[in-house]
């Protein structure tokens, strides 16, 4: 065992391309460091309702820049939504790290941080 995770590592040093393709998205189950693109998936599921902004209000939608919800309740609409309008969020949205890198997203809009 100890002997092919060395190999595979060696294997990884000396070939280059180990160490491109790093910006996709995936679920982090180990150290690693992942990258979210937290503006893409919120212009993908968000941005009709909420503006790039956060300000659109379409069909009801929360003003995002001046919202006070916490990071826990930010999680919880966007994984379970709510009974005004929005949808939950949790399968389509699918790793825990994509909804975190939304929270933080969301919280960039606020005019008062
Ligand atoms: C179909 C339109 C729609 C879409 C799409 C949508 N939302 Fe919402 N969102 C709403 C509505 C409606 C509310 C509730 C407004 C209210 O409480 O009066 C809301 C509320 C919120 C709130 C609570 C803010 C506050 O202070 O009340 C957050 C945070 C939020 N949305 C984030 C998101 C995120 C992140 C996404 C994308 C994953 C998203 N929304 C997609 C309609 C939408």
Request: proline share 1%.
């Amino acid at each position: 065992m100890k002997y092919s995770a060395l190999i595979f590592i060696v294997i990884c040093f000396s070939f280059s391309s180990c160490s491109e393709n790093k910006t996709q998205t995936f679920e982090d189950t180990s150290s690693e460091k992942v990258e979210v693109d937290a503006k893409s998936l919120f212009i993908l599921h968000c941005e009709s309702c909420h503006g790039l902004d956060g300000k659109k209000g379409t069909s009801g939608a929360a003003d995002l820049s001046v919202s006070k919800f916490s990071d826990k309740e930010i999680l919880n609409v966007i994984e379970n939504g709510n009974d005004k309008g929005m949808m939950p969020y949790k399968d389509l949205i699918a790793t825990k790290i994509e909804r975190n890198a939304l929270v933080e997203y969301v919280k960039a809009l606020r005019v008062n941080k």
